[in-house]
Each structure stands twice: as structure tokens, then as C-alpha cells.
């Protein structure tokens, strides 16, 4: 397993902007495809984004596409999710995950599909 910290969550008005990282300890993050998820207060935790290993193969779920953006950096060995147009609805805790796997094109949708997480940064968006 690879030790994730995520970091860059805060408070923030609707509409405005913020770009959480998650950086990864100890193993490249090159041999895991990466992503992130989010549990809102008194819901179960829901799938974000995903990007494969090489970064050219990217997810979304639909109630973020065209407002968020995943992206990697294999020099800085960071994932990052830049959010925009936050809505109220996207408040909860974020958290990355990675998979190690030796496929360089595939992402992953599904929670148990990954192997190590992070500890979550709390994002908060006020109306």
C-alpha cells in the first residue's frame, strides 16, 4: 500500500473554486491508477473522478463533469482534483485513493476496486 495525504479542502461560497492534492509517500505513484471520492454528512460514499496511470484516461461522475477537473503530476508524484463552480451539494469529505495495476489505460469507478486511501480533507460550501 502506498500512504496518501490529501490536502487543499476549506471553506468556500458557492460558485468559487478550490484545487485539493493528494500527495503520495514512499512509492511512485506511477504504478496506480488514482481517484476520488467524497462522503457527504448522513450519506454513503460516492465516486468522484478517476484517471488511469498515464493520465490519459479520465472519469467523472456526472454530477461533477464539466465543474471538476482530475489531473496527475507523476514528477511531483501528486493527483489533484481542481473543483469550480461549487454548489452547496459538494460539500462533504473528499478523499483519494489509489490501485496499483499494471494496466497504463484504465480507471476505476468503484471504491473497492482500490487499495490504498487517504485521510480525507473536509470541503464546505456555503450558500
Known amino acids: 500500500q502506498v500512504q496518501l495525504v490529501e490536502s487543499g479542502g476549506g471553506l468556500v461560497q458557492a460558485g468559487g473554486s478550490l484545487r485539493l492534492s493528494c500527495a503520495a509517500s514512499g512509492r511512485s505513484l506511477s504504478r496506480y491508477a488514482m481517484g476520488w471520492f467524497r462522503r457527504a454528512p ?3 460514499r460516492e465516486f468522484v473522478a478517476a484517471i488511469s496511470r498515464v493520465g490519459v484516461d479520465i472519469y467523472y ?3 461533477v ?3 471538476f477537473t482530475i489531473s496527475r ?3 511531483k508524484n501528486t493527483v489533484y482534483l ?3 463552480s ?5 460539500t462533504a469529505v473528499y478523499y483519494c485513493a489509489a490501485r496499483q495495476t499494471d494496466a497504463s489505460f484504465t480507471y476505476y469507478t468503484h471504491g473497492s476496486s ?3 486511501w487517504g485521510q480525507g480533507t473536509q470541503v464546505t460550501v456555503s450558500s
Request: zero cysteines.
Open 42 to 44: 448522513g450519506k454513503e
Open 61 to 63: 461522475a456526472d454530477s
Open 65 to 67: 463533469r464539466s465543474r
Open 73 to 75: 503530476d507523476h514528477a
Open 82 to 84: 481542481q473543483m469550480n
Open 86 to 90: 461549487l454548489k452547496p451539494e459538494d
Open 114 to 116: 482500490y487499495d490504498s
